[in-house]
């Protein structure tokens, strides 16, 4: 069965520092990648999302994420923080072809400090 | 136009009462999700509805949950005899079949058993 791992499951940063987030999923087959953010308070919002093409991915807000096949790794990025990106953020995974339930990580709490 | 609406927001219930979660998809979307996010457990599939199709019930914890969908819209997701580790956010997410097949989700309804 696929996964979805998050290794970091609470970071801290002060504002302006540079972000990034990791996700390794794990499934050999053709899978589609998406980064959740979930605001205090706020219901789940899509981030940005990779199907095919450029493996280096804009979202919303300044984020992007590159997706690297040979490390089985969707890490997401921004280079420089603000106290409103403080939220829990969850990478998921969808495989091409099954039910299209996504599989997501135990997500990561980021808080910004200002 | 209106997002995924999930109601109650909130429940609170006494172990062994039976309660119902309601789902509103967004307006032409044929795909319906039901996930769950507990603390330690991240967000687990429950089940998918797709269109006319027999439901994907694969990620139902066991057989005290169900859900239904009438006339490929509204969903009801029901627990009999709740239990303590019910105690969970419920979440509804719905999506078009074709294309990005982006989840839309709903504020969830955060159920606690007493």
């Known amino acids: 069965a696929q996964s979805v791992s998050q290794h970091n499951h609470h970071v801290i940063l002060s504002e302006a520092a540079s972000l990034e987030l990791g996700c390794n999923y794990s499934y050999g087959g053709t899978v589609n990648l998406f980064w959740y953010v979930q605001y205090p308070g706020q219901h789940l919002q899509l981030l940005l999302k990779y199907f095919s093409g450029d493996p280096l991915v804009k979202g919303i807000k300044g984020f992007e994420a590159e997706f690297i096949k040979s490390k089985f790794s969707f890490n997401l990025r921004k280079p420089s923080v603000q106290w409103s990106d403080t939220a829990e953020y969850f990478c998921a995974a969808l495989v091409s072809g099954s039910a299209r339930q996504l599989t997501f990580g135990s997500g990561t709490q980021l808080t910004v400090l200002p | 136009g209106a997002g995924v609406s999930q109601s109650p927001s909130n429940k609170v219930t006494e172990k062994g009462k039976d309660v119902e979660l309601r789902c509103d998809p967004i307006s032409g979307h044929t795909a319906l999700y039901w996930y769950r996010q507990s603390l330690g457990q991240g967000l687990e599939f429950l089940i998918y509805?797709?269109?006319?199709?027999?439901?994907?019930k694969s990620g139902l914890p066991s057989d005290r949950f169900s859900a239904e969908r009438t006339g490929g819209s509204v969903s009801t997701l029901t627990i009999q005899r709740t239990q303590q580790e019910d105690s969970a956010v419920y979440l509804c997410?719905?999506?078009?079949?074709?294309?990005?097949?982006?989840?839309?989700f709903g504020p969830g309804t955060r159920l606690t058993v007493t």
């Open positions: 509805f797709q269109g006319n199709s027999a439901p994907d």
């Open positions: 997410a719905s999506s078009l079949v074709s294309g990005s097949y982006e989840q839309y």
